[in-house]
């Protein structure tokens, strides 16, 4: 009699769980907008184009062009003829077009982890195959993803790009400098004010730019976190409860940004919208060759799993892998701001730059 190991695996399930996992596992990779797509038949180094959507659909004013009027006035018998009444379409308010521009995103990169399962290990040592085999992998595709994240933010979300006068009309960047730490309580308030001012700042160059206020963040590295979290007037999302935004490392809301610390980051914050930045993530069709596999995407990440047999080693092969792209939203061609055209640029994000000075001694 044919004998089986004892997990039934459902290609699609599994998939749809492993994503599940990865989501929740993910800090960084959570904030930005993403596209996905399945069954993808391009390969590496592909651009793919994602539409932007429009920002608003202009209004126009309209009034009645035609005025009511009885043309027989004076008899009081006699109703003004159907034909005198306005014409509808001479108050009918212009159609807006949705005007929905595309840009360009690159898949730059295939990433991949697997884990051999031989026939020892799935008889006695795999009792849970989520905690035991999806969960390191998924775990090790969310660690990859934070520490990639990571070093784009510091590479891309500036306003270096903007000319002068796009910089007066907006702003830009945001330098401060605060004092040196000497552990007095003087010198910790001052170094939380400059910190506030620079908030302020920075909230008011994303105002200008029209960058809606909702889903704002700042990513901070641990020493910026330790100068808010010794602020007074910073609100902690301890007292909150919200357990979710604890493990995505918001350790509170500032001037209406969410805080997001990560080890990636040093004296530095980078401010932007959810959607200054998209992660876009496709998947290849199954290959003949693997046994099983299945191609899911859950909140915009696209994974594949396939399963494998290793005849010379006598071992499953259960592997995860996506191909992905970043990029920066910029604005459409005719972007403007009070007059001034911005084009397609990148406003949707700003850097802060930190400089610790010795204090001036009286």
């Keep these: 009699m044919a004998t089986t190991h004892h997990f039934n695996l ?13 989501d929740r596992q993910l800090t960084l990779g959570s904030i930005p907008a993403r596209y996905s797509e399945l069954n993808f038949e391009g390969g590496l180094g592909d651009v793919i184009n994602v539409n932007r959507p429009s920002r608003s659909i202009p209004v126009q004013e309209t009034g009645v062009s035609n005025i009511i009027k009885n043309t027989i006035t004076g008899d009081k018998n006699v109703f003004a003829a159907a034909a005198e009444r306005p014409d509808p379409t001479s108050r009918r308010a212009p159609n807006g077009f949705i005007n929905e521009t595309r840009f360009p995103v690159q898949l730059t990169t295939l990433v991949q982890n697997a884990s051999p399962l031989s026939m020892e290990q799935v008889a006695f040592d795999l009792k849970k195959f989520g905690g035991q085999i999806l969960a390191p992998l998924t775990r090790g595709m969310a660690e990859y993803f934070d520490d990639t994240i990571a070093a784009w933010i510091k ?4 306003r270096s790009a903007l000319t002068t006068a796009q910089k007066n009309a907006i702003g830009g960047d945001v330098e401060v400098s605060i004092p040196a730490y000497d552990g007095s309580r003087e010198n910790m308030m001052e170094r939380a004010l400059r910190l506030r001012t620079a908030f302020v700042d920075a909230r008011l160059a994303l105002r200008r730019a029209n960058v809606p206020d909702s889903e704002r963040y700042v990513i901070v590295g641990p020493e910026v976190e330790a100068i808010l979290l ?23 809301s500032y001037y209406g940004f969410d805080v997001v610390v990560h080890n990636s980051f040093d004296l530095e914050m980078y401010f932007f919208h959810k959607s200054a930045f998209l992660l876009a993530t496709v998947c290849p069709a199954i290959p003949m060759g693997a046994v099983t596999g299945s191609v899911q995407s859950v909140n915009g990440i696209a994974t594949r799993m396939l399963v494998d047999y290793d005849y010379d080693k006598k071992a499953d092969t259960i592997g995860l892998d996506t191909m992905y792209g970043f990029t920066t939203i910029k604005e459409d061609p005719d972007y403007n701001v009070r007059g001034t055209v911005i084009g397609e640029k990148f406003v949707r994000g700003l850097k802060v730059n930190i400089t610790e000075v010795e204090p001036v001694t009286p």
């Design 10 to 22: 459902d290609p699609k399930q599994v998939t749809i769980a492993a994503l599940g996992l990865l």
């Design 155 to 158: 590479a891309n979300i500036t």
């Design 230 to 252: 010794k602020d007074p007037e910073f609100v902690s999302v301890d007292y909150s409860g919200d357990t979710n935004a604890l493990r995505r490392a918001i350790i509170g």
